[in-house]
């Protein structure tokens, strides 16, 4: 080949490698892009599985311990580094830790709902605990500096807690990886929620709103416990003396404190295992299981002597309480013992009040006259 038809090939040479380095930068741009999608598309995959998973663990708690338990075992997936959960006490003003994942708790120092991420209601993510910006409680722990998130739990539409995991100082969780820790505080927000809102609803239906006891329906699944297992009780059935009467001189307002503080004494005076429960009205009925008549007598007693030393301080309107009592001696039939408690208390109101009277045997026959008659579920205070 010539010379001059060399330096053209090589001409030709370099002009093609020229007009392929786009192609080139355009094939390494697209590669990159198909491994960025594949990547987010694991990402999201592996972000959807997560949620699939938690929303299974939670459905299987069936309390705040137990939820508590499913976000620690997340945490210990989520990260090998610190963690924990944060959340509010009964009075929602104080912070207290409930979970942490097993490679150890950051030991947040904060303990009020005063946490910047539970008040601002948003992730917080802190790059260097050194800086100004930084959460107080970072500054505050010493040691070597640290970077933090603090993911905020929302229950029932109220921030109530924080998810907080911490790192080297300047290696914060990417944007991409906050995600996860966002899907467990809400799956935790969301479960906690239904359980305390079941249980709130639970409460609702099985205790008199006013006094706290338990109501009579409860009362009756109690006594359906008792006959199921067996074995002799006591019943003392209870009724505030002329409570008509201090209704109407006092006034209801006074009534209520007067029904709050008997209830009060009659949890006083009962044993552990007792059940105390509030009837209807006035009247109020306490199931000592394993006990016979002799047991009743002494709760009477406490009774009576707990409400002279009420009545002694003054701040309410000197009241007394009549009873009746009925052991399982007298019939096999757990619903028969309240009735002829009931009928005891009946005599002892015929016979001048502020006593107690027994059951026997004739009003077992029915030899006693009729019953009082069945009483509702009452919400507040009513008159006799």
């Known amino acids: 080949t010539t010379p001059h038809v060399c330096r053209r090939q090589r001409q030709m040479c370099i002009r093609d490698r020229a007009s392929a380095i786009p192609i080139r930068r355009a094939l390494i741009a697209q590669r990159a892009a198909i491994d960025d999608n594949e990547s987010a598309l694991r990402a999201q995959s592996s972000h959807h599985h997560l949620v699939s998973r938690l929303q299974a663990a939670f459905d299987m708690a069936e309390g705040d311990g137990e939820a508590s338990r499913v976000v620690s075992k997340a945490l210990d997936e989520l990260t090998d580094r610190p963690g924990e959960m944060l959340l509010a006490d009964s009075s929602r003003a104080h912070l ?53 998130a603090c993911v905020p739990v929302t229950i029932l539409g ?23 820790p966002e899907a467990l505080a809400e799956q935790t927000g969301s479960r906690i929620g239904v359980i305390r809102a079941m249980a709130s609803s639970q409460l609702q239906a099985t205790t008199d709103p006013l006094t706290g006891l338990l109501n009579r329906r409860s009362l009756e699944a109690e006594l359906d416990g008792i006959r199921e297992v067996g074995g002799e009780f006591a019943v003392v059935f209870l009724d505030l003396d002329h409570f008509k009467d201090l209704n109407d001189t006092f006034g209801h307002d006074t009534g209520d404190r007067v029904l709050r503080s008997f209830a009060a004494a009659l949890r006083r005076c009962s044993r552990e295992g007792d059940t105390v429960a509030r009837y209807g009205g006035e009247e109020f009925v306490v199931l000592l299981p394993e006990a016979s008549m002799s047991a009743a007598v002494a709760f009477y007693e406490r009774l009576k002597a707990d409400l002279e030393s009420a009545s002694e301080r003054g701040d309410l309107p000197a009241h007394t309480a009549s009873g009746g009592l009925a052991d399982s001696s007298l019939t096999e039939e757990v619903r028969e013992v309240v009735r002829l408690a009931d009928l005891a208390l009946y005599r002892a109101e015929q016979e001048g009040r502020n006593t107690v009277r027994f059951a026997s045997y004739d009003m077992a026959t029915g030899d006693a006259g009729d019953p009082a008659p069945a009483l509702g579920f009452p919400a507040g205070n009513q008159d006799a």
């Open 158 to 180: 109220t921030p109530m807690g924080v998810i907080h995991v911490t790192v080297e100082a300047k290696s914060p969780p990417p944007k991409e990886e906050i995600g996860d």
């Open 96 to 148: 207290r830790q409930v979970a942490a994942a097993a490679s150890g708790s950051p030991g947040c120092g904060v303990t009020t709902c005063g946490c910047p991420a539970v008040r601002r209601s948003r992730t917080l993510v802190f790059e260097d605990s050194t800086r100004l910006d930084a959460c107080p409680r970072l500054c505050d722990r010493g040691g070597d500096p640290i970077s933090a």
